[in-house]
């Protein structure tokens, strides 16, 4: 296990550094006033004016796709050179990753195509997501069944000559709900008599495309995550789209669905422990400047073994987080599907320790909009669920576990 | 130690489970339906307009003003026969309280004002709040200072003459924002020279005073919580009142801050097992009709785990604030301190604890609206801070549990 | 719900009190130290002598045969009466209990002779235990089979004409070791085509039966625990007894497993209790005398929380184990089932959470035997396991709560 | 970060893995059985005859002095190299680390004189105990004070001349009752005057020295540990031996007890985590086989919950260990402070959560002597004491935290 960050890495770990503390800090203030003024003006889901400068610089300062690994689209980094700069842009959640082009869904999105899009599907969806001009969102959970069970999805994909017609409804298309968001990658069966994980296929879905509709947006915690498109919910009623906007292998999409997860989970986990990072420094600066029962709050041993735990258990997390990155660079996302089904369980869970804590510190104004602690930690919530519970990565790494001790 | 219920608790009781059945339950849909109408409207803190018919009924089934111990004014029930009533009523938190108007920051303001004012404060204010034609709201804790030791409060009351002038700034001002809020009862330091514990005094500033500037509302996790008059944060500029508007000892601010938080915490305390009580009969439901990996989710080990947690965790914090009313009831609030404080924190993290649990066992539908379980979270992790934070109390036990062994 | 404690209670409460602060406290010592010797001289299984004499003091003080509920043979007291008594004599857990000879096993096999014994049964040994001049143990565990599900016990008990022939082994017997304990009731098998739950029957075995060998004792964390007759693991080889020896009903073994195990959980839960307040008062003792960094322990918050926290669950634990026992008392332990699964989970874990703080409280002289914390932690670990694992009890209350959401 | 390993430290572990299981895990038995008969024969801090030859076979295997960092007189190894070579040893914690003549306390005891022993200490003390033909005990902690804040520390040190004479008590000198142990180094305050961190000085002491009197052992949970020397309580009463004795500077104790207890408590936490790899495999090899309710305990979802947390925790802590060992190998135990306390409270935790895990799973036999999990249990738990207890790491690490927040 070798962690030692590249020198390419340690580079634009500095430059990230600079782009947080000349650009994005300074541009918190004015998104979040953007956010309540598109709010007042009804257009909730437009994206803050402010972004589109934000991505030009980060464009500008060579920040931009660092998320793609091991692929000449994008910076060609490695898993491993990319964490630290995933947790960086986790400390700005709402500005950072996306000003780099490094938010999800549509880095999981670009994953997928870069790995599996025809010339056809790179040209047209590939190359503008990669510029930032478009948006995209990724349909596979369903209101009806349990999705963490995957083969349980329903979404029927009918094929007719060259078309393939949906019929199904789709939630938490996260990001579905922005005027930019132009495609989905939808997950669905194609051949109903397959064997149980050869039944599904991914089919590249134009928004626009008749039948869809977007019949609302979910919301998290109070939050309708209106700056990146909230969480559309999509019905898909007779809509036809050509057999050449089937992604990747016919009956792949269940592989292609755990591909897609194994680095998307990892970026998810980093950018947690930069959000987890940002608190506990909130919380220390509370703590040393708020004063209840004739001290500080950073002289009551009750918050100090808070900030000790608070700091073990991201040591951790990073640690478990790097070695995930190291295994998928050398071995593989299969060979690492014990650890990095770890970390997806772990990072969250620290992260939302922290958080709490950090809240609890900060009183009543930690559940207000005056510290991003509330709001962050409703999304981290979120990811105790997406892309599985807690429980079926745990379930998981449990069959491992026991692998070795049968018969 | 005797818990049983009186008869008359338990003919209320099948009144308010009646209540819910017929009348609340029903029209929970309504509510939140008039929430978006409101919102989408520009008028976010407008009462929904069934809020009125549901407590004509609630009045009229005789469910009114129950929340006041051992007084005329309300229905005359000890806290331990009310504490049942209340817990039903929290299963539905955003409705019923409010139609059988007991709802906070209402109910513990009538228990000050019924305790402390004068004929005259009675008939201004006593009386509309009794008969629910107006909403009042508390002001105590400020941005400034950690609030938690109430000794920190630094609002200014100075007096005039025959007026007093207060300087400062408020928040957390529970249903302030809502056209019917006609009053505060505003905690300062009329006596900044006296001892710590006998500075400070309640004033009653009606909302239209002068120099009054409600200057926004704080959310919670998303919420703004405007059914209910959001969270008003309040400015105080020269503000006259006269001194008859005293509520209460001059002085004794701090010790009625207390004797207020006595059984008002009981009461939180009640309606969060209600809550948790729902929250665990939606995940037993959920749990009985969702499948995944092959079986329903009620038949796996780990989600049976949390369902018998639950189970004894609502039946451990029960009990204790059963003895908790039962000791407000028999030795009084200030005897019963122990078991007060302990309440205030287990209830709350109990409530949490269970709704988590449901959270994920609904999966992505646990975060989002259409369940009460995420609002419910949000307003319980509030009730950790409120009233003073988890820490404070435990410190407060710890006190009471050393002081048997000082020399 | 009434645990309102009977003046008949109150007088016994004082009455225990008396006998541990005059005769029990001050016998610890001696009590210890002839353990030692008795170690010394090759003899771990002999009672320490001073057992006798306290015996003697406690039926002379009316403290004797308290645990019988509902029973002539008995002090008559409910099970809601004995709980505060039991408690009580947990906080001297190796010498209290077996002076008022109420301690395990024999109470459970006495509950058991009490309620099926015929009246041969009765004279022979109910009447010898009830005297305090015998002992007995409960042989149902077996080490070949996971015996938390008691169908799974293997016992052989084949008729033959007028006797039985036993073949099995069987461990945890508890006090099998001493020389005065004479007879086993001994669970097995003696119609293995019946019905699951209706295969196994009772017999009572006297322990110089032929075929009957003691084989070893286990111990418990290093603990022999020989002042109490160790724990006996039991070979039985074509061991014969009358048929008259079948202890109630053929085929009652299951339910009279369960029947027995009701009270005599509690009664574990209350000793398990005390025990905990007295390691609480060894904590705040200590915490209040010993010092570290400038300041006694108990000025340091992160031990005030930990007192606070022990407090608060003690006291609910106490409630629910109230509730528990009022409900056997008027409803009878078959529909009391849910609370006593969860308060066999509750007060064995509440108990260790308490003292695990305690010996972290004292430092290396909390592991070691000069204060009584260590091995009371082992004991009570035990009873995570003894009487069926946490994991069993929780699955019963998980199966009660989704009953009611059956279709 | 590099935690690649060497070449060399693979070799080893190759190399211990097949001591292991050639050698020590078939003698298990045996030494326990010696353990038996040395107690039954009245000599119960006999070391078991058993470990002579295995310290031959570990010797002759070249596995001998492995855990000396950067020093000639042992193997040369990085601190980084020897941590799985630790944590193997730790699988069969009784017997593996003292076949490799890298059990505590010598190692500890070494690396000191290692580092500050004259030539005539190292000829005296350091030689033979290389040789694995004396061993050594630590006597720093006191029982009449709060030994984890090491200013408390009472024992004085009086010059005479050229002589110290030493007056006070000393407990938990683990290994003072074996044979074999010859010496201890011993810490007293030797300059009362001087700055409090610079009173003390450690100093050697024979054990056969007139006035040194060992007055007792100290169990642990009831085990003697008396095959490791068990834990001596010693009093020193006018204690003379020659100020050539000095360990080290003058004044230098409480910088050395420092630097000994770094890469002590990482070869601690290492071997923690073998023996919790040991009870997870022994966990899943019993879940595997052990039938209840249906099916094996490995199929029920609760059992396989555990098992994927052991396997987290453990893995989060293993690569945490690394951490620190790599930071005492790159920067020095001083600046790895902060991750050598984190380790420190992270290894026993874990290794205590895995081991509980393992007894419930084992059900009784997991308390007793029949596995090695209650006696692993023990040891693990004083580790959350020895070397400090948990809290005062935390507040270490709180410390550092902080420390960037101040103005």
Chains 1, 2, 3, 4 share one sequence.
Request: hydrophobic share 40%; aromatic share 6%.
């Amino acid at each position: 296990m070798d962690f030692t960050h590249s020198e390419r890495s340690r580079e634009l770990q500095t430059k990230v550094q600079a782009f947080l503390d000349e650009v994005i800090y300074p541009a918190e203030h004015t998104f979040e006033e953007q956010v309540k003024a598109n709010n007042a003006a009804g257009t909730p889901f437009r994206t803050p004016a402010i972004m589109a400068d934000l991505k030009v610089e980060g464009q500008s300062r060579g920040l931009w796709n660092l998320f793609l690994p091991h692929s000449e689209s994008g910076a060609g980094l490695s898993v491993l050179e990319y964490a630290p700069l995933a947790e960086l842009s986790g400390r700005s959640m709402a500005l950072a990753p996306e000003a780099m082009n490094c938010s999800a869904p549509d880095t999981g999105n670009m994953e997928l195509l870069d790995m599996f899009a025809t010339d056809e599907q790179r040209a047209q969806w590939l190359v503008p997501l990669l510029a930032g001009e478009i948006r995209s969102c990724f349909s596979m959970t369903e209101p009806a069944v349990a999705s963490s069970d995957a083969t349980n999805i329903s979404m029927s994909i009918e094929t007719d000559g060259d078309e393939f017609v949906l019929n199904g409804r789709k939630w938490w298309s996260t990001g579905a709900m922005r005027p930019e968001c132009k495609v989905s990658i939808v997950m669905g069966v194609t051949d109903p008599e397959a064997d149980r994980h050869q039944r599904q296929s991914m089919v590249l879905v134009p928004l626009d495309t008749p039948g869809v509709k977007i019949e609302r947006s979910t919301s998290v915690f109070g939050y309708d995550d209106g700056a990146h498109g909230g969480h559309g919910e999509i019905s898909f009623t007779d809509v036809r789209v050509p057999t050449s906007n089937l992604l990747g292998p016919r009956g792949g999409g269940f592989m292609m669905a755990q591909a897609r997860l194994g680095p998307g989970r990892i970026h998810h986990c980093m950018r947690s422990l930069g959000l987890a990072e940002r608190a506990l420094e909130l919380m220390c600066e509370r703590a040393m400047t708020r004063t209840a029962f004739g001290s500080v709050l950073a002289k009551q041993g009750v918050i100090r073994e808070w900030i000790a735990e608070c700091r073990i258990q991201i040591e951790q997390a990073r640690l478990l987080t790097l070695k995930a990155a190291w295994l998928i660079d050398t071995v593989g996302a299969k060979e690492a599907r014990t650890e990095v089904a770890a970390i997806k369980v772990v990072a969250p869970n620290v992260a939302l320790f922290v958080l709490d804590k950090a809240i609890q510190t900060f009183g009543a104004a930690g559940v207000s909009a005056d510290t991003p602690l509330a709001e962050g930690w409703a999304g981290l919530r979120t990811l105790r669920l997406a892309d599985g519970p807690d429980e079926v990565h745990l379930r998981s790494i449990a069959r491992e576990e026991l692998r070795r001790y049968l018969p």
